[in-house]
């Protein structure tokens, strides 16, 4: 894959900050954090059996908040940091904003961020819409968001409630050697997947859902919550299609393609949960089995047409 362009000023590094390591204030209980990978028989303190989820739940785009209060009725909330005093400059995007970042893995990141922007921004244009920047956070181990303590070991997430995406960068070698998809272009996918939440959130999809999801069973939750998430993976292939059209067709060739599929069938619910309880079980799938999001993603990729990821209404995923 060959990502050139300019960087995005929307990277919100906190990587070096250690606010969270000591006392984070409230709620959780202290314990973390979990480390990456959970193979290493990963403690957690924090009283709830949270272990085994988190495994299932290492998957893109796991909203912590809805996550935790699964599992903790809401007793996950915290109080977040208060705001930042007011200087004469007005900052957006709080204290951790930082000068450009200068590690490859981050100017990578930061590139393809960069070209979601313009692509969506060019989509949102067509529709006669304004494309409203997402923020994305580049953290270790823990962090807070205003879905909850976001935690290195769900992967990346989106958080719709401050509208930014989170990423340890530790993801990307979860990707390459647990997953066995190495290469850039997965790793453009999966952010490019997180991209795709928040212009749900922009369309009101994520909301809508949200909505609907309070008066259902749990397991028609989870079949909409399989919609959602093959929708954010096609909306990740329109991205890919219309950034390689903008770099001539330079951007990526069939191996990478090849790779990216390759990732979207490894973290497919069926293949994550043989893996982690060494059965299937359907119902509980939240973001669709491999096939199905390999299949989503090669749509938006071959049509880079938003119009095609209609999930919701399409009779077969
Ligand atoms: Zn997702």
Redesign the pocket.
């Known amino acids: 894959m060959q990502m050139d362009g300019d960087q995005s000023s929307n990277i919100e590094d906190r990587r070096s900050d250690d606010s969270m390591g000591g006392g984070m204030g409230g709620g959780m209980g202290g314990g973390f954090p979990i480390p990456m990978g959970g193979g290493g028989g990963g403690l957690f303190k924090g009283g709830f059996g949270l272990v085994a989820f988190v495994v299932i739940a290492m998957?893109?785009?796991?909203?912590p908040g809805a996550i935790l209060n699964d599992i903790a009725g809401g007793g996950a909330s915290y109080s977040p940091a208060p705001s930042p005093p007011p200087r004469s400059a007005p900052s957006q995007s709080g204290p951790s904003a930082s000068a450009p970042t200068t590690d490859a893995e981050s100017q990578f990141v930061s590139r393809v961020l960069k070209s979601t922007e313009d692509v969506w921004g060019d989509i949102f244009r067509e529709m006669g819409r304004q494309y409203r920047e997402p923020k994305l956070v580049l953290f270790r181990d823990a962090t807070r968001t205003e879905c909850g303590v976001g935690q290195a070991a769900m992967g990346p997430?989106?958080c719709p409630a401050d509208q930014r995406v989170y990423l340890d960068l530790g993801f990307f070698d979860e990707l390459a050697r647990r997953f066995r998809a190495p290469g850039q272009f997965p790793q453009a996918y999966v952010i490019s997947?997180?991209i795709?939440?928040h212009v749900q959130k922009l369309l009101g999809i994520s909301d809508k859902v949200q909505q609907m999801r309070q008066s259902m069973s749990r397991r028609d939750g989870n079949a909409l919550s399989v919609r959602?998430?093959l929708q954010?993976?096609c909306f990740a292939g329109v991205w890919a299609n219309r950034a390689d059209k903008q770099r001539g067709g330079r951007m990526i060739d069939d191996k990478d393609v090849d790779q990216a599929l390759a990732a979207a069938s490894a973290i497919g619910d069926d293949a994550l949960q043989r893996q982690a309880q060494g059965r299937v079980v359907p119902d509980s799938f939240t973001?669709g089995t491999s096939a199905q999001r390999a299949r989503w993603f090669r749509k938006g990729l071959d049509t880079g047409d938003p119009r095609q990821c209609d999930t919701f209404r399409a009779q077969q995923l």
């Open positions: 998957i893109m785009g796991a909203d997430f989106y997947h997180e795709g939440h959602t998430e954010a993976d973001h």
